[in-house]
């Protein structure tokens, strides 16, 4: 708990590094994978997306079953032991993976170890503080900090591992890195003498948490490898969070609640198909036809850009703390100014392939690309956090948990859909051109700036009916 002589629990720096490493090394596979697929193992676009986006969506899915493994079975610090393993494995597996289906196994590795490791190292960390502790939202964001500093520097260092050194590289420096992280979190735990929050622990609670752990990782497998499971899956996922979402509500108000909520889910799934084309279609139109000098003299990798992301949610996040201190904004307002600005992101993109000249062979100018990514990163900012603000506030008592898992459910959800409608800008196999390849992304970025604006019509109405269902409540 927190010391009266310090401001903020030891367990702090110890939590921020251990997940810094994690999401450096996560970034470093994010911004790649979609790259190995298609160049390693000779995919086309299409199959590739949808890849890469059940395994996206798989991330966040495990992270609920990971949440169960801690709360019930072995603890947070446990879990998160237990994570670090699982993907140092995960990591080490892809460098040796010489086939697609191994190279999914390892995946659905990395998914479940993904899910151990970043939901529990959170949650320690909020058990470490005091219920009425005022240093609490702090030092979450000073852990925000760190998980924003891991994923900067592996996106800018993953293009250039990738470039100099291959893919394999990419893998062993994350399994590196994991080790790091975990050893880090192991040593710390016991030199800071940190608290245990569940001490009885047996043999058999650790085959369970094994057990259970195996069995996120195949379902990973089978989802990511089999694109027809995939579908049937998440259509399920999808039924199960409708029953978790209802179940709780006892009268008219809380149903009203949970319909309020059911809104801004469906909602979300737009702005996570939208967002997660960074590291699909984005990615790809970067490579292919973008010119990677910035500010005109400086030449980054394609994973780079992604970095210009997390610089502004590092950036943002300060001034919009401080905004929201001294401004009352309703939440549904911010999210609907979230949902705005993601309409301007693809709209920068055209603005950019038209100055190029859509029937030319001139690069896209990557100025326009680092203007998209922030704009796409302050609305990550007012989209992000309001989702995880509004399941604490309309959960009727005692589905709070259930509400913030079914936010990261929601997450998976979008990153499943971002996988399909990616295919919109997938190139025909054989397509080179330069100008072919502009009037197919010009063409796809059309349609994605169409799914932002009826987002955006979709919160204004949504905004309207919540206000009218939950008056002061909303």
């Known amino acids: 708990m927190s010391n009266s002589s310090l401001k903020h629990p030891k367990a702090l720096p110890i939590c921020f590094l251990t997940e810094m490493w994690e999401r450096f090394g996560y970034m470093l596979i994010s911004t790649t994978v979609i790259f190995i697929l298609i160049q390693r193992f000779n995919l086309d676009d299409s199959r590739a997306n949808i890849i890469v986006g059940s395994f996206t969506a798989i991330l966040y899915i495990t992270s609920v079953l990971a949440g169960q493994i801690a709360d019930k079975i072995i603890g947070y610090y446990r879990s998160v032991i237990l994570g670090g393993i699982v993907l140092v494995i995960g990591y080490s597996y892809l460098a040796l993976a010489q086939d697609l289906f191994t190279f999914c196994v390892a995946l659905g590795v990395v998914c479940s170890g993904t ?16 219920a009425s502790d005022t240093h609490r939202q702090s030092g ?6 760190g998980i924003n500093i891991g994923a900067l520097v ?16 990419i893998f062993i420096t994350s399994a590196f890195m994991l080790i790091v992280g975990t050893l880090t979190f192991y040593f710390g735990f016991k030199l800071m003498n940190l608290k245990l929050y569940r001490r009885e622990v047996t043999i058999y609670s650790w085959i369970a948490a094994i057990v259970l752990t195996l069995i996120g990782a195949i379902i990973g497998v089978i989802v990511i490898y089999n694109p027809n499971v995939s579908s049937v899956f998440f259509a399920l996922v999808i039924i199960f969070s409708l029953f978790v979402l209802f179940k709780g509500a006892k ?11 059911l809104v801004f889910l469906f909602i979300a799934v737009f702005f996570w198909a939208l967002y997660n084309q960074l590291f699909m279609s984005l990615n790809l139109f970067i490579e292919r036809v973008v010119d990677h000098k910035i500010l005109g003299f400086i030449s980054i990798p394609t994973q780079a850009f992604v970095a210009f992301n997390n610089i502004t949610i590092l950036i943002g ?6 905004l929201w201190k001294k401004v009352n904004i309703l939440d549904v307002y911010k999210y609907l100014t979230g949902m705005f600005l993601l309409v301007f992101m693809f709209t920068t993109l055209i603005v950019g392939i038209h100055l190029s000249g859509k029937s030319t062979t001139q690069l896209v100018n990557g ?3 680092v203007l998209s990514y922030i704009i796409l990163a302050l609305a990550e900012l007012f989209v992000s956090a309001i989702g995880l603000s509004l399941a604490t506030r309309l959960a009727p008592k005692g589905q709070v948990g259930g509400y913030m898992g079914l936010w990261l459910v929601n997450m998976g959800v979008g990153g499943y859909v971002a996988g399909v409608i990616a295919n919109v800008a997938a190139i025909p196999e054989g397509v080179t051109n330069i100008i072919e390849l502009k009037q197919v992304y ?17 919160t204004v109405f949504a905004v309207v009916l919540i206000k009218k269902l939950l008056g002061e409540e909303a």
Not at 140 to 145: E, G
Not at 442 to 458: K, P, R
């Open 367 to 369: 100025n326009w690309v």
């Open 154 to 169: 592996g996106n800018i260092m993953a293009g250039y591992i990738y470039k100099y050194l291959g893919g394999s590289a």
């Open 442 to 458: 010009l063409g796809s970025f059309n349609i994605f700036s169409i799914i932002g604006v009826v987002a955006f019509v979709l």
């Open 140 to 145: 979450f964001t000073i852990f925000y900090v």
């Open 317 to 322: 996040g300060v001034f919009l703390g401080i």
């Open 251 to 261: 009268g008219s108000q809380d149903f009203k609640k949970a319909l309020s909520y």
């Open 115 to 130: 899910g151990l490791l970043k939901t529990n190292v959170g949650s320690y960390l909020g058990h470490s503080y005091d």
